[in-house]
Nanobody, 115 residues
């Protein structure tokens, strides 16, 4: 089992930046993969960025070049740096962790992009 707590969301103007954090209750080496998902109003939850235990990453096409996922093993935290924000990035962002064959979710943090 692992607990995930997201933070860092807020209201930002188009073109701005945010850094989301996901603090985990387990050491990073014990987690097979972590990801950031988002769910916009009226839409399905979608994967935006993933980080595997070997350090490899992948991104949704819509966020490539603007979003960066990273981790700090000492702090047991995964980050999502979001740059060049667009109104269509408005969503609740969720942290996700996979441990073997089980998936865990945080409660989410709201990102609103508006002028």
């Amino acid at each position: 089992h692992v607990q995930l707590v997201e933070s860092g969301g807020g209201l930002v103007q188009p073109g701005g930046s945010l850094r989301l954090s996901c603090a985990t209750s387990r050491r990073m080496f014990s987690i097979n993969a972590m990801g950031w998902y988002r769910q916009a109003p009226g839409k399905e939850r979608e994967l935006v960025a993933a980080l595997v235990s070997d350090g490899s990453t992948n991104y949704a096409d819509s966020v490539k070049g603007r979003f960066t996922i990273s981790r700090d093993n000492a702090k047991n935290t995964v980050y999502l740096q979001i740059d060049m924000l667009r109104p269509e990035d408005t969503a609740v962002y969720y942290c996700n962790a996979r441990i073997i064959d089980r998936w865990y979710w945080g409660k989410g943090t709201l990102v609103t992009v508006s002028s």
